[in-house]
DNA sequence: CCAAAAGTGTTATTTCTACACCCATGT
DNA sequence: ACATGGGTGTAGAAATAACACTTTTGG
């Protein structure tokens, strides 16, 4: 293939492209997704999702940790980033056209602390499944992040992206009711992920109270995601 | 929110939008998608997806059905269409950034007859499950899309909509097994689809041989899809 | 009456769900 | 000793998978 090909063509439509991310984290034993607080442009104070133009020669999913990055103050490190869907509709963004590819991302248990950064005004991370009102098509965004991913619990073992590299079961059952927004029964639970094999234990481990639980780690052979 | 705005920031990015279509229908018991013979720019004569640019104003969903129309001659009309993908790679076309959202399309029975079109110099149905060598990175797109349609069939009646109003159940059963590419068993089959409750029956149908097959349509209250 | 495709039931296996008590530790 | 959370088994229900013969039509 030449490295030197014609030009797009003069009737090429232009747009503006960018990249919002949906990010979620557990904390208290809750959903949460990063919210932030738009400090200029159209929703101005508005919640949304942390999102931004993505800049030549960069790839989506660049774009997609720097734009956390920068409006942040954070160095986020997703465990999982992987492509939503894309909101092209014309009238979307009152500025122009601007096709957004939106993201999922997944960020590891102890991912607190949050700030406002570049042209924000402050971050949170705010319930999933009681978000406030949300900027542009946001809600919609969000909404179509929190099916996802709970039908990625069942097929790839997102939830393991949640916790740190060692956890117990009733911490990795509370990432599944986090997300499932319902409770689980504690043995079906652990039959069910125990016969999938796709965790080993090791040591022990002693929390506050009660007795100490097992922690186990991801076995060697995991799946990391499909469809 | 007011009505002008500003232009979008001078740092953004722009690019070439693009649509990409993966259309299947089922010929002769077979899952075959529609392909094009490209008649210019890279790729010139290998098989591809039909695709092409977005218009100014244009939506995806738009751009999509234009683009099936122009490079088949034909007055193509999918009973579904979806997004897939969006495939935004740096390097992926030589004529500079492009972003291409790729769709997915179900074309009912009967759909046989196309033509090359527009930049095209020819358009046919091939296998989907053993497709020829394909321009671009439009392998990955077909692979993405035949997956997508197979984990379809299971939550959505999409199977559906490979077929003519009225149909019979063996009908039915071919189209899963043309997309899972495996044989069913007649009996399993129809009690879970029966289960379903989705289909309702009509009058009778003679084939060319053999006992004649109750027709059925689809019932009032029917999905269309989720995810 | 023969060929061809449609239609129909039962059983074994697996998977899912509901449910209650004992265990190990820290205080 | 007691409060706290971790850990375990069983039985009924539901879904799934395997399997072969009869029925209706056209020729």
Known sequence: MPSTMPPLPADALVVGLAVDVAAFAIHDGELRVLLVQRGEGPHLRAWALPGGLVHPGEELAEASLRVLHDETSMDLEPRHL???????????????????VAHLAVLPHGTVAVQGGNEVL????????????????????????????????????????FLPEAFTLPELQGVYEA????????????????????????????????????LYRRAKHARTAAL
Chains 1, 2 share one sequence.
């Open 82 to 100: 992987e492509q939503l869907h894309t909101f092209a509709e014309v009238g979307r963004d009152p500025r122009g056209r601007v096709v957004s």
């Open 122 to 161: 402050g971050a949170e991370w705010l319930s999933a499944h009681n978000p406030p009102p949300l900027a542009f098509d946001h809600a919609d965004i969000l909404a179509h992040a929190l099916a996802r991913l709970q039908v990625r619990l069942e097929y790839a073992n997102l939830a393991l992206e």
């Open 179 to 214: 997300i499932l927004n319902r409770q689980l029964d504690k043995r079906n639970f652990r039959k069910k992920l125990l016969a999938q094999g796709v965790l080993t234990p090791s040591g022990e481990r002693r929390s506050g109270v009660g007795r100490p639980a097992q």
